[in-house]
């Protein structure tokens, strides 16, 4: 019988978040909003193809602020989940796991992502 005071999960109390474990979930979490965004994407083809109404719709949506934060989470999504895929290829071919390495590949993952994400958008924003 547990004691009333005495913690079931001790080490979740005391667990400190690290960059790898930030990154893990952060993956997971980038996979599933590539799959919404895919799903928003699919939208704006179906709408494309039944007609100029329904295209205007989405298009008068994905203009919209939402729309437009939508669009720019799922481009981090896509770059983030490019740039963590390219670190566990490193792993996967035994490079990288020195503690070191590890910090320095997880930080370039986020500084990579972010920096993808508004070079794309600048090149997009010209290019409109």
């Not at 799959?35 to 719709?57: H, K, N, P, R, Y």
């Not at 602020?65 to 071919?93: E, K, N, Y």
Request: proline residues 3%.
């Amino acid at each position: 019988m547990a004691h009333a005071n005495r913690p079931l999960s001790p080490h979740l109390q005391v667990y400190r978040p690290q960059i790898t474990s930030v990154l893990s979930i952060s993956h997971r979490a980038t996979g599933i909003a590539l799959t919404v965004g895919t799903l928003l994407l699919a939208w704006w083809l179906i709408a494309a193809a039944t007609g100029e109404a329904a295209f205007a719709s989405v298009q008068h949506f994905i203009a919209s602020p939402l729309g437009l934060l939508l669009l720019f989470g799922w481009t981090f999504s896509m770059f983030f989940h490019l740039c963590a895929g390219i670190r566990h290829l490193a792993w996967d071919l035994g490079y990288g796991f020195e503690l070191k390495t590890v910090t320095t590949s997880g930080w370039t993952v986020v500084v990579a992502a972010a920096g993808l994400t508004v070079l794309a958008w600048i090149i997009g924003l010209i290019a409109w």
